[in-house]
């Protein structure tokens, strides 16, 4: 099984609002990914967590807060957003940070900021 | 400078027949893994082949194969007998040690099967 499941499917929020977004795997993968893309672009890395630590944080500005709250969990929180952070927010995760294991991804949240 | 170059926006390719999508590639990193994806417009990134730089062998996986050539540092994406659902944007992306084995996408190539 190679699922990684992310909630909510999409998110209308204002620039006041507070929301989460969830993302889950259960395949043991010890890596997890947050990415932002935006409409025929490449998907950006912002957050990479491994072993349950944040190891790599893009420059991501702070209205963006990741928590890995266990190996299986990874949660990005969302605060004060502006309206070009509208996107598709990808999470994936892998076997672990190394070269050799790819990286599965979830369906995404598309995300709009009003 | 890039470290992954897609230089075909789009393609067409007829159902039935083969195609190719190019990917070069920069590093100077003797370990890194090369990956590609395919995302329908449905948004979800769907993990299709790897090559590892030390594999001898090209990588395949049913109708993808990769040809890896290392020396030109080119891992081109051959999708055979290709079918309507085929239909959708391929990405080329690069695992490197030395930039905290990130993975970097390239621009991307938007394939459409004709019937």
């Known amino acids: 099984d190679t699922e990684v499941t992310q909630t909510p499917k999409h998110l209308v929020m204002g620039m006041t609002n507070k929301k989460s977004l969830k993302c889950e795997q259960h395949?043991?993968?010890?890596?997890m990914y947050w990415y932002k893309q935006k409409a025929k672009k490449p998907p950006e890395l912002m957050f990479v967590y491994s072993y349950e630590k944040l190891s790599i944080n893009e420059s991501v500005p702070s209205r963006f807060s990741p928590e890995c709250p266990n190996s299986s969990l990874l949660n990005l929180h969302l605060h004060a957003l502006q309206p070009e952070d509208s996107a598709l927010y990808l999470c994936?995760?892998?076997?672990?940070?190394?070269?050799?294991?790819?990286?599965?991804f979830g369906p995404g949240t598309r995300l709009t900021v009003t | 400078a890039q470290k992954i170059t897609q230089t075909q926006p789009g393609m067409f390719v007829q159902e039935k027949e083969a195609v190719t999508l190019d990917c070069t590639y920069d590093?100077?990193?003797?370990?890194?893994?090369l990956f590609w994806y395919k995302q329908p417009s449905s948004g979800e990134m769907i993990f299709l082949i790897y090559?590892?730089?030390?594999?001898?062998q090209n990588a395949t996986e049913g109708r993808y194969s990769l040809n890896f050539q290392k020396a030109r540092k080119s891992a081109n994406l051959v999708i055979s007998a290709s079918q309507l659902g085929d239909s959708a944007m391929y990405f080329c992306a690069m695992r490197e040690g030395g930039d905290g084995n990130k993975l970097v996408f390239g621009a991307g190539t938007i394939l459409r099967v004709k019937s």
């Open positions: 994936a995760s892998s076997q672990a940070r190394t070269v050799f294991y790819e990286q599965y």
């Open positions: 090559q590892g730089s030390y594999d001898e």
């Open positions: 395949m043991g993968h010890r890596a």
């Open positions: 590093t100077s990193d003797q370990s890194y893994g």
